[in-house]
């Protein structure tokens, strides 16, 4: 079958408009131009649309959709397979919220009680869906499933006081960092504290500690331009510095 723009909106449930700006960003091209000079798709179309709408349900943004969707190596089974993937995930993410929401409920009317680790399960859940998404391919790629998954498990099994504590160092972190940073020296003793406190930070997710893995994760700070723009947000060459005051501090610098 073949659509207009009109149909193909109907049916999708988005504006004419907007397949007309997909058109012009080159997301989603119409089939072919017909002699009145309307907009005619076809079932290419139709399931490009779908898989955009599916990128676009996964929060990713239209430029990013557009490279995915349009790469000659698109294999949209396996896109399939991922969507069904992420969104079984969503789903038992918005599960575990749910009955966070019912427990807290029952708690509050006095027909239960509920600890308050209990409070933040569904939350601790989402920061590992959300760093899966985010970084999981390359983490994994890099450490291996194993110790990402003993990584999730120590996150997921976080006590409250603890995740007190994480939060605490991270800004401490991130102060000592901009302070050391002002010195332009990755051995000074503000750096190295950065590093070590950086350590400390890491041993609430790892489940053991290497100099190697260390270091290994200070250079994917530089490496990979997600890290690096958010140690770089305040300051450019943070990540950098960064990275060289681990290396330091693992005895990695070459």
Not at 61 to 71: D, F, R, Y
Not at 146 to 161: E, H, R, Y
Not at 166 to 191: H, Q, Y
Not at 230 to 243: I, L, M, N, P, V
């Amino acid at each position: 079958m073949e659509y207009t723009v009109q149909k193909l909106g109907k049916m999708s449930g988005i504006s004419s408009r907007t397949l007309r700006y997909y058109d012009e960003m080159n997301l989603l091209k119409p089939a072919r131009i017909n002699s009145s000079g309307y907009r005619i798709y076809g079932q290419a179309e139709v399931n490009k649309l779908q898989q955009i709408l599916f990128y676009r349900e996964l929060g990713l943004s239209l430029e990013h959709i557009k490279q995915i969707v349009n790469n000659p190596s698109f294999d949209g089974v396996k896109a399939l397979n991922d969507h069904r993937s992420q969104l079984l995930d969503k789903r038992k993410q918005l599960d575990l919220l749910i009955a966070n929401v019912e427990k807290t409920i029952s708690s509050t009317e006095g027909r239960s009680t509920m600890t308050n680790d209990e409070k933040f399960e569904g939350f601790k859940q989402k920061m590992v869906d959300d760093n899966e998404q985010q970084y999981g391919k390359e983490i994994r790629a890099k450490y291996g499933d194993d110790t990402v998954n003993q990584s999730n498990s120590k996150l997921k099994n976080m006590t409250q006081a603890q995740h007190d504590e994480v939060t605490k160092l991270a800004n401490e972190i991130a102060m000592t960092l901009a302070e050391a940073f002002k010195t332009g020296d990755p051995a000074s003793e503000k750096a190295q504290k950065a590093a070590e406190l950086h350590k400390q930070w890491l041993m609430y997710y790892w489940p053991k500690y290497s100099k190697e893995a260390h270091a290994g994760l200070g250079q994917m700070y530089v490496d990979d331009e997600r890290f690096t723009a958010y140690y770089d947000k305040e300051q450019s060459g943070t990540a950098a510095f960064f990275r060289d005051a681990i290396q330091i501090y693992t005895g990695m610098k070459s």
